[in-house]
């Protein structure tokens, strides 16, 4: 048993990139995680609408954020299109408090900062798009993201590393592919499967948990096409760079982690520490959450998330052109080894000139007879 041991530690020794990732990113993924993990709330962005609106600007103090004065019948827009939590609407018998009730923690927060107020029993509050604050409403569409992020990068990161150990993917050299066409077509399967796993998933929250679906079917659907598509490609990146399964898996879970708690999907992306903040806006499941959100639980249409939209173009561009060019390097033929000079008058895999008088020569000693 010592000798297993040890052989065992010495093989450990070897994979300097699988020790790198026992050690090293645990530690990482600690710090970035621990200053991600908070659900306070410290900043309420509201907008504040009708003739009363720069007095009633003077009375809010924080979290409450004020971004704008619009008018009156802009108020439910702006938080429909995403740009307040909060928007309060003056001018009537009493004021009307509108809260976004699809930012759960939020929402949450605005309610108990209106409950300390002074001013909050002369006012009338209404909870839009959740009215109950039901956690499922806003974690089945972030639920249906993370599962297109573990079809689509856990799943699919084995496949090249399965093409090598296998054997075939030598094979992929001598045929006329190009980078392109095999990364195409490596994404082609898993894409059709995480159609059918994100049917299914909005189905039944649909169905079973009652999540509403008050946007175009289109939108979303050209939404978790983008977020696919970005996906698909990490998971063929990660199974290029990666030597063997365990390698690819271990990759891919490292991504699909930050994912899960730096996406906005669980904690609050305005609670996040500012330094860490900006890993998640390099992160496509942050965007497809505001597009499945948007979409769903607020009707949102397209005109107002076209920036989720452009980034996660943008992703997508750039995870193509990484793995093309990691697949190019794959398939490019080698060089042709170039022929040894043995001198003039001799050519390789031809018999010498040994002159017009030489007797045949002997069989495997080069001599004359």
């Not at 002369?122 to 569409?141: F, G, Q």
Request: positive net charge; glycine residues 8%; hydrophobic residues 55%.
């Amino acid at each position: 048993m010592k000798a297993m041991i040890i052989k065992e530690f010495r093989q450990l020794r070897r994979d300097r990139r699988t020790l790198a990732m026992m050690i090293v990113m645990p530690v990482i993924l600690l710090v970035i995680l621990g200053y991600a993990a908070s659900f306070d709330v410290s900043r309420i962005p509201t907008v504040l609408a009708g003739p009363s609106a720069r007095q009633a600007a003077a009375l809010l103090h924080r979290p409450f954020e004020v971004v704008g004065i619009v008018p009156a019948a802009q108020a439910q827009s702006q938080l429909r299109d995403g740009h307040a939590a909060v928007a309060i609407v003056t001018g009537g018998a009493q004021p009307v408090v509108l809260i976004d009730g699809s930012q759960l923690f939020t929402a949450r927060a605005a309610e108990q900062a209106l409950a300390t107020m002074p001013a909050r029993r002369a006012a009338s509050v209404r909870v839009l798009y959740n009215p109950e604050l039901k956690t499922s409403d806003i974690m089945i569409p972030g639920i249906a993201g993370v599962i297109l992020v573990f079809v689509g990068t856990v799943i699919t990161s084995l496949g090249v590393v399965r093409e090598r150990q296998s054997g075939t993917l030598e094979q992929l050299a001598v045929m006329p592919l190009r980078p392109r066409d095999v990364f195409l077509g490596k994404i082609t399967p898993y894409f059709a499967v995480a159609a059918v796993d994100l049917a299914v998933v909005l189905a039944v929250g649909v169905a079973v948990f009652g999540v509403p679906f008050r946007g175009s079917p289109a939108v979303f659907a050209l939404g978790a096409l983008l977020f696919v598509f970005v996906t698909l490609g990490i998971g063929v990146l990660i199974s290029s760079v990666s030597q063997n399964q365990g390698q690819a898996i271990q990759l891919a879970i490292m991504t699909l982690l930050p994912q899960v708690l730096l996406s906005g999907l669980i904690f609050p992306l305005s609670s996040i520490v500012a330094g860490v903040r900006w890993i998640a806006y390099l992160l496509p499941l942050t965007y497809f959450n505001e597009i499945a959100r948007g979409v769903m639980l607020r009707g949102e249409p397209l005109t107002a998330l076209w920036p989720p939209f452009c980034y996660l173009a943008l992703l997508g561009a750039a995870v193509m052109t990484l793995a093309t060019l990691r697949f190019r390097s794959f398939l490019a033929p080698s060089a042709a080894a170039p022929e040894p000079d043995t001198g003039p008058g001799t050519w390789p895999g031809t018999w010498p000139d040994l002159g017009p008088d030489a007797g045949p020569v002997l069989a495997g000693t080069g001599e004359s007879s």
